[in-house]
T-cell receptor, first 112, second 111 residues
């Protein structure tokens, strides 16, 4: 395992509140990714990072922001949670382009 | 917009049968990966294919990368209940660092 920890593992929050999910890695991997997984959609890329303070948008970035102030941590923030953001969120890391992606255990987020 | 299309979306077959899962795109990949995901877990890498026309075998699983590097297939011979899971293809594009996943194929093998 690549030592990827997601926190929290489960969260229920109310519509309109901000939420931050954390991904912590101990492998010094350069690249980090946030995905959401919904039935019938596989994994959809939200944002990714290719280095400290270097981030870019994925396919479904609206309503989400990210920050990476140090190599080991990649934070995903839902600025004002909506019910459509109810999902399972996965963090992944890779040491380099084209290499294996290692995933965290996922965070189940419910917005009520 | 999902750039990778997988088919079929669901597949339920009897133990011992063969099956093929497809992954297609209109774009050229620098490489393509196949992952398997079990309930409550993150995906785990099965294989990476890089060269057009490449074929890789992993026990009863055979992976093929299309000649034009726009499509791939996963063939399972003599499926077993342990093969049950969600199979995901993932494309890596040379122009970016991002990894794009397909919509997934949920496979169920009946004993």
């Amino acid at each position: 395992d690549a030592g990827i920890t997601q926190s929290p593992r489960h969260k229920v929050t109310e519509t309109g509140t901000p939420v931050t999910l954390r991904c912590h890695q101990t492998e010094n991997h350069r690249y980090m990714y946030w995905y959401r997984q919904d039935p019938g959609h596989g994994l959809r890329l939200i944002h990714y990072s290719y280095g400290v303070k270097d981030t870019d948008k994925g396919e479904v970035s609206d309503g989400y922001s990210v920050s990476r102030s140090k190599t080991e941590d990649f934070l995903l923030t839902l600025e004002s949670a909506t019910s459509s953001q109810t999902s399972v969120y996965f963090c992944a890391t890779t040491p380099g382009q084209g290499t294996e992606a290692f995933f965290g255990q996922g965070t189940r987020l419910t917005v009520v | 917009t999902q750039l990778l299309e997988q088919s079929p979306q669901f597949l339920s077959i009897q133990e011992g049968e063969n099956l093929t899962v497809y992954c297609n795109s209109s774009s050229v990949f620098s490489s393509l990966q196949w992952y398997r995901q079990e309930p409550g877990e993150g995906p785990v890498l099965l294989v990476t294919v890089v060269t057009g026309g490449e074929v890789k075998k992993l026990k009863r699983l055979t992976f093929q990368f299309g000649d034009a590097r726009k499509d791939s297939s996963l063939h399972i011979t003599a499926a077993q209940p342990g093969d049950t899971g969600l199979y995901l293809c993932a494309a890596l594009y040379s122009s970016a660092s991002k990894i794009i996943f397909g919509s997934g194929t949920r496979l169920s093998i009946r004993p």
